[in-house]
């Protein structure tokens, strides 16, 4: 028996056989939609900076 917290929602679920939940670690396929679409929507994005090589252009082409 395992106790798994869905990440989503917080429910907890007891599930025998992790094998039993495809969804996992989310209590439901809607739990990990939400999960899914937050990261497309940019909560989750990792920062990136500018364009550098298109800064660096510039800079040389400044006397
Ligand atoms: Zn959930």
Redesign the pocket.
Known sequence: MFTVH??????RMEVENLDSLPSLP???E??RL?DLGRWLGGQYRIPVGPDSADQSNEEETVP
Do not use: L, M, V, Y
Request: net charge positive; proline share 8%.
């Open positions: 869905c990440p989503i929602c917080q429910k989310f209590c439901s809607r739990c939400i």
